[in-house]
């Protein structure tokens, strides 16, 4: 089995500085769309991988195979089988889910010691025009 590397030492260090609170979110969010990160591919069109939580969907994405290893074990995968996934970057990952037809945020290492999430934007809500005037 080769090992797969991907740049996402600086989104860790950004997600470490924010739980001892002291992260920047500007950092954070600069940090996640400029990292490589390994997605979770599903079913013979190789459809990235999405779970609902909160009433949201979630892409789910890795920062490394260990934490994609985490994910998969937790869910009850079988060992022998392979998982595929593909590396894409925050801000494409970022695309996707807006491209999406349900509002989907982006989840970094989703049951990891060390989880992270980027929620979708969310259309603004339309003025009712109410008033007293």
Not at 8 to 30: M, N
Not at 94 to 101: M, S, T, V
Request: proline letters at 8%; hydrophobic letters at 40%.
């Amino acid at each position: 089995m080769s090992e797969v590397d991907v740049d996402s030492a600086r989104l860790k260090s950004e997600i470490a500085a924010f739980y001892a609170g002291f992260g920047v979110p500007s950092e954070l969010t600069s940090a996640f769309e400029s990292s490589a990160l390994l997605v979770p591919l599903i079913g013979p069109e190789d459809r990235v991988f999405t779970v609902e939580s909160g009433g949201l969907a979630w892409l789910c994405a890795f920062t490394g195979v260990r934490e994609y290893a985490r994910f998969m074990t937790a869910r009850g995968v079988v060992a022998d089988q392979t998982y595929r996934f593909h590396t894409f970057l925050g801000r494409r990952l970022r695309e996707l889910a807006a491209d999406l037809p349900e509002p989907t945020g982006v989840a970094v290492d989703m049951l990891g010691e060390a989880p992270m999430t980027f929620p979708p934007k969310m259309p603004a809500e339309p003025s009712t025009g109410g008033g007293n005037g």
